[in-house]
């Protein structure tokens, strides 16, 4: 077999069914996650209970609920799925207008590594691993951000990271007000009642998840000036940082239920999505 009618099996495979199944599947997995984190969080707010909303307090969650075994190994594959799937658009580009561009294809490959670890984490926590995607997100931070700062120039690593997920907050805020998830979607095969769903869902889920990246992005920032580790949060104390505000218990509830929203919004995807 020659390397060119190699190259042509492999890019049929990368968009054959199988593929594209695992991606539904990483879709649904993701809505599950954000649908958890969100439900705990919107408790958090309405309550003031010590549960960790984040992906480790998400996972209890699950495997305490019955057949949780088995929900979480199904999780871990679902996104994997995501992870193979974004790495067929890194490598033979992504679905769309312009999917074949170098950015595109960078931000692909960056995706596949964001879930395959993830896949890692959660598959880690069903088999037993004590090093697992359960613990603290904001221990997690704090000890990252403690190693960055240990390293040469490490408050100009740790600034870069904080810029890196404020600019993605603003990002990914914009894209859902202006709605360009539609572009993604098989938006002129969807029924009227769908698209509504999907604009709803779309649009304050999106600035939900917006809001989380930006405020972790914020502490960071701070932990960089300060020189201070113990500045960094993760998702739970970014998230409960809300209720910190003059808005007051009730900013964390409205963000708690747009992550609720981006989970139904991913199931969404999961149908319409354009793979």
Do not use: N
């Not at 395959?116 to 088999?127: E, I, M, N, P, R």
């Amino acid at each position: 077999m020659t390397a060119a009618s190699s190259s042509a099996v492999a890019r049929r495979v990368a968009r054959g069914d199988a593929v594209r199944g695992g991606a539904r599947m990483g879709f649904v997995a993701r809505g599950v996650l954000y649908l958890l984190v969100g439900a705990l969080a919107v408790r958090i707010g309405l309550t003031g209970t010590g549960e960790q909303a984040d992906r480790g307090g998400a996972l209890v969650g699950v495997s305490e609920s019955p057949f949780g075994a088995v929900l979480l190994w199904a999780l871990g594959l679902g996104l994997a799925g995501m992870a193979l799937w974004r790495l067929t658009e890194a490598v033979f580009g992504a679905a769309g207008p312009k999917g074949d561009g170098a950015a595109k294809r960078a931000m692909s490959g960056a995706r596949c590594v964001f879930y395959g670890v993830t896949s890692y984490l959660v598959v880690s926590f069903a088999a037993g691993s004590g090093d697992s995607g359960a613990g603290s997100s904001d221990q997690q931070s704090q000890d990252i951000t403690g190693r960055l700062l240990g390293l040469p120039g490490g408050q100009w690593w740790v600034g870069a990271v904080a810029v890196g997920f404020a600019v993605a907050g603003l990002v990914l805020a914009g894209r859902a007000v202006m709605r360009k998830y539609r572009k993604h979607l098989t938006w002129g095969q969807m029924s009227r009642k769908a698209r509504h769903f999907m604009d709803v869902t779309g649009m304050v889920g999106g600035v939900g998840r917006a809001c989380v990246f930006a405020a972790v992005g914020w502490f960071g920032a701070k932990a960089a000036v300060e020189f201070d580790p113990s500045e960094a949060k993760g998702v739970d104390d970014a998230i409960r940082s809300f209720a910190e505000t003059p808005a007051g218990p009730w900013l964390l509830v409205a963000v708690a239920v747009g992550l609720v929203l981006f989970g139904a919004f991913s199931f969404g995807q999961a149908k319409w999505r354009k793979v």
